[in-house]
T-cell receptor, first 108, second 115 residues
């Protein structure tokens, strides 16, 4: 079945440094979604990309969908302590498949 | 919108007991989903309802699991004869087909601990 793999599993950064998490699939994805889960919280939808090569920005966050629609990335510029949490990529419609997530730690 | 709510937030039970969780979706959301999340993993899809119809069920859902959405509003997830491996966070999400690309909104989850 369809799987999405995320790397890295963990990332420790100093506040102000950039952060990137990557999502890969062996099959073509119909879409890619990104969620953020704060420690002790629930997943919160950030964005969905559907077009090949699509790039979207939300303030300091930049999301990309690969040309072959098999990979995606989330880049955070100048991390802040409020960015702490786990970032998940996911794909699918009603049956959404989630990656294992990248847990971001930000040291002030 | 008051958001997706789930009850209870925490449940501790002994192995072999039955448990039931409730999810109240955002009003007017016609789609409802159940996921299971274990520590260090992403949510795993369990099942999906459109209105009152259960349209998809994961192979992860053994015969001990059953979900209902009798009137197309709230949903229940029952686990019979619980096992220690059932310990996890059970998340509910809802969405509205046709709105905002069917964005799923998650509830706070029910954390199940099976002793």
């Amino acid at each position: 079945g369809q799987q999405v793999m995320q790397i890295p599993q963990y990332q420790h950064v100093q506040e102000g440094e950039d952060f990137t998490t990557y999502c890969n699939s062996s099959t073509t994805l119909s879409n890619i979604q990104w969620y953020k889960q704060r420690p002790g919280g629930h997943p919160v939808f950030l964005i969905q990309l559907v077009k090949s090569g699509e790039v979207k920005k939300q303030k300091r966050l930049t999301f990309q969908f690969g040309e072959a629609k098999k990979n995606s990335s989330l880049h955070i510029t100048a991390t802040q302590t409020t960015d702490v949490g786990t970032y998940f990529c996911a794909s699918g419609g009603f049956k959404t498949i989630f990656g294992a997530g990248t847990r971001l730690f930000v040291k002030a | 919108d008051t958001g997706v709510s789930q009850d209870p937030r925490h449940k501790i039970t002994k192995r072999g007991q039955n448990v039931t969780f409730r999810c109240d979706p955002i009003s007017e959301h016609n789609r409802l989903y159940w996921y299971r999340q274990t520590l260090g993993q992403g949510p795993e899809f369990l099942t999906y309802f459109q209105n009152e119809a259960q349209l998809e069920k994961s192979r992860l859902l053994s015969d001990r699991f059953s979900a209902e959405r009798p009137k197309g509003s709230f949903s229940t997830l029952e686990i019979q004869r619980t096992e220690q491996g059932d310990s996890a966070m059970y998340l509910c999400a809802s969405s509205h087909s046709g709105r905002a690309r069917d964005t799923q909104y998650f509830g706070p989850g029910t954390r199940l601990t099976v002793l």
